[in-house]
């Protein structure tokens, strides 16, 4: 079965390349819209109260922005396989390492979408709520979400490698012009920095740090779309593995 989706893979290299950067397309779409038009929209940090209301006022939206993020998750996964199978000519170790990364950042950042749904449940009129006064409950749910913050940069840790394997993967490809593993490279170079802020030196993190990253991917995205795979250089590359 492996052997046969293998030779699929490399008879149809078109067509898997530009399935996955449609797929990766649909991930920044709604990746973007669940942070910057849910979140970012919502979200008053600092003050407990405010965002609480927000919230309140814009369940739909709010669980519309977990839904967005689910889908998000549920491309990784055939995205991460056909970017194995798309870099294994090159490295099988490597690809295999950057799969089991990319598996490790989609289960973290999956289980941490639970802390968005306990945000809300805290604002909820339950009976087992009322022993709590409305303030507190407001500081339990913003804390929900700031935990959501750590955990969505955790993931983000381990994304940022993937970026870096990949990278490095497609500037050895041939198949894939090395400008995109140079902006991969540096797109990882980001979230890992990012992330680092976050932990060590929260005031230094900022969404500014994240901006080459939605450069990279959008950009590798669309060449998959519009032009897939160097044919020639991928049949090199295969009769050489």
């Known amino acids: 079965m492996i052997k046969s989706n293998l030779k699929n893979f490399e008879n149809s290299p078109q067509i898997y390349a530009r399935t996955a950067g449609i797929l990766y397309l649909i991930i ?6 669940g942070e910057l038009f849910v979140r970012n929209k919502l979200i008053v940090y600092g003050n407990a109260e405010a965002t609480a209301n ?3 006022h814009s369940e739909f939206l709010w669980r519309f922005g977990i839904t967005a993020d689910l889908v998000m998750h549920l491309c990784d996964l055939p995205v991460m396989i056909i970017l194995y199978y798309l870099f294994r000519p090159v490295s099988k170790k ?10 490790i950042q989609t289960a973290v950042l999956v289980l941490n979408k639970l802390n968005l749904l306990v945000a809300l449940f805290f604002l909820g009129d ?5 022993s709590f006064s409305p303030e507190q409950l407001h500081s339990l749910s913003y804390m929900a979400i700031k ?5 969505f940069g955790i993931g983000l840790l381990f994304f940022g490698f993937v970026c870096l394997f990949e990278g490095y ?3 050895k490809s041939n198949y894939i012009p090395k400008a995109f593993g140079v902006l991969m490279s540096i797109a990882g170079l980001c979230y890992i920095s990012n992330t680092l802020a976050l932990l060590l030196a929260p005031q230094l993190s900022s ?12 950009s590798l995205s669309l060449w998959l779309i519009f032009k ?3 044919i020639t250089e991928w049949k090199t590359a295969i009769a050489k593995n």
Do not use: R, T
């Open 94 to 103: 490597l690809a295999l390492l950057n799969l089991s990364f990319n598996l």
């Open 207 to 218: 969404i500014a740090l994240l901006m080459p990253c939605f450069i990279a991917e959008l």
């Open 169 to 171: 993967l497609i500037f």
């Open 147 to 151: 935990v959501h913050d750590f955990g």
């Open 28 to 33: 920044i779409i709604a990746g973007v819209f």
């Open 54 to 56: 927000h919230i309140m």
């Open 228 to 230: 897939g795979v160097k």
């Open 126 to 130: 339950s009976e087992y709520l009322k």
